[in-house]
């Protein structure tokens, strides 16, 4: 049997051999880039967040008017996410898009290994509520569903081109194919990116983020 794995923009065909090979890769480089993020953020309790707000707000404000113009809304919906201990923190960057009331902000809440993210509103103060299956603080059932128009996207390692490694459960994938038209920004670390010589060639139904952006660049695919 084949499969076929995306490289850049490309599609080509592969081995079950090497698919096998790359599977195993990947589960490699998650744990080291795990374990990498984990450490840094051990080492740099102090971490400041403002210039890297900027950049992202910077990327949120090119998308907004276009975002604007295509719905039947006076505020597009943004999600972000609320970061566990050792995810990149962005709950100032919340803060910070809460403040331009240009925008309607949700949250992810898990339905389980096999499904989709859904997304419930979050304003500042709201009370969360630990998910019952990763432990993930969420907005309660209580808040409404929404639909977003970008999402922040977290991850635990990236390429150049802007695949992203996640937690091997699939939900981003799963949630990029049901929301079709969506515009995504990964926010990392330098230090999670893949290096070329590491060999990471991405899976077909790996998705394809819009831009990445770490505290020191950013990537477009």
């Known amino acids: 049997m084949e499969s076929r794995v995306v490289h850049g923009a490309t599609l080509r065909t592969v081995s079950t051999d090497e698919q096998a090979v790359q599977k195993l890769l990947k589960e490699r480089l998650r744990a ?3 374990i990498q993020r984990k450490e840094f953020i ?3 309790q102090d971490i400041d967040y403002s210039n890297f707000n900027k950049q992202v707000l910077l990327q949120i404000d090119k998308e907004y008017e276009r975002i604007l113009n295509q719905i039947d809304a006076n505020k597009p919906i943004i999600s972000a996410y609320w970061p566990t201990k050792f995810e990149l923190d962005c709950k100032s960057l919340l803060k910070e898009i809460q403040s331009q009331n240009k925008w309607r902000i949700c949250l992810p809440v898990t339905q389980g290994d096999k499904y989709p993210l859904i997304f419930r509103e979050y304003k ?4 969360l509520e ?5 432990k993930v ?6 808040k409404e569903q929404l639909k977003p128009h970008l999402l922040i996207v977290p991850l635990i390692a990236f390429t150049s081109d802007c695949f992203r490694i996640g937690y091997g459960k699939g939900h981003y994938d799963m949630t990029l194919e049901t929301l079709g038209d969506v515009k995504t920004i990964g926010v990392a670390f330098e230090s999670q990116k893949i290096q070329k010589q590491e060999g990471y060639i991405p899976e077909a139904h790996d998705k394809q983020l819009d831009c990445i952006i770490t505290e020191k660049d950013i990537y477009f695919p």
């Not at 500042?124 to 009370?127: A, M, N, P, S, V």
């Not at 630990?130 to 990763?134: A, D």
Request: aromatic letters at 4%.
């Open 32 to 34: 080291k880039h795990r």
């Open 130 to 134: 630990k998910g019952e299956k990763f």
């Open 42 to 44: 051990e080492k740099n």
């Open 124 to 127: 500042e103060g709201d009370q």
């Open 137 to 142: 603080l969420e907005p309660t059932i209580d």
